[in-house]
Nanobody, 120 residues
């Protein structure tokens, strides 16, 4: 059984910073691409940033130069460092990972989400 558990959300000030973490656990054979998505109330889920197993990153235009994605493969953890937060960054942030397990071929897994609220 694979689990992705996010942490680091909460209430943040506009212009502030925060770091989200997501830890993968279970009988994982291969942890491939990892990503952060977000979903604001009344809106569709959108991809924020991705990072390959080798560390190549891609960002949505709306967070480029403000957010940074990284990973620690030894800890099976992906991070999202957020700077210069704006009220429009308010959303539930979800961790996504493409994982191959002992029992199953590679597929996408999702975390339960962590709420980020940017407000003064």
């Amino acid at each position: 059984q694979v689990q992705l558990v996010e942490s680091g959300g909460g209430l943040m000030q506009p212009g502030g910073s925060a770091r989200l973490s997501c830890v993968a656990s279970g009988k994982i054979l291969n942890l491939n691409d990892m990503a952060w998505y977000r979903q604001a109330p009344g809106k569709q889920r959108e991809r924020v940033a991705t990072i390959t197993e080798g560390g190549t990153t891609h960002y949505a235009d709306f967070v480029r130069d403000r957010f940074s994605i990284s990973r620690d493969n030894t800890k099976k953890t992906v991070y999202l460092q957020m700077y210069s937060l704006k009220p429009e960054d308010t959303a539930v942030y979800y961790c996504n990972a493409r994982i191959e397990t002992i029992l199953n071929p590679e597929r996408d897994y999702w975390g339960q989400g962590t709420q980020v609220t940017v407000s003064s």
